[in-house]
């Protein structure tokens, strides 16, 4: 098995994902580009002692972007939504 932290790169917070953890208890999170539904599922059950109920992938194209005449791409990565089970949740900003 992978390194866990490998797997998963970082949460990724915005408004449509705060708004999906907090009537969906679905999780978003970056994470490696070759980690397949199993090991994801694996790393947060044993990073966040959860229980994972569904995993969604997709990959995410990098944005194309502009430095005067240069111009370049950034670079692709792939989301995964996590569905905890019901009476669970992965707090990222505790104490706040």
Do not use: Y
Request: charged share 30%.
């Amino acid at each position: 098995m992978k390194n866990l932290r490998a797997i998963i790169k970082r949460p990724v917070i915005t408004e449509k994902s705060t708004i999906e953890r907090e009537t969906n208890n679905i999780v978003t999170f970056a994470v490696a580009l070759n980690a397949n539904k199993v090991e994801i599922k694996s790393a947060i059950e044993e990073l966040f002692d959860v229980t994972v109920l569904e995993v969604r992938t997709s990959h995410m194209l990098g944005k194309m972007r502009r430095v005067g005449a240069k111009s370049g791409r950034k670079p692709s990565w792939k989301k995964a939504r996590v569905r905890l089970r019901e009476g669970d949740s992965i707090e990222f900003f505790a104490g706040v």
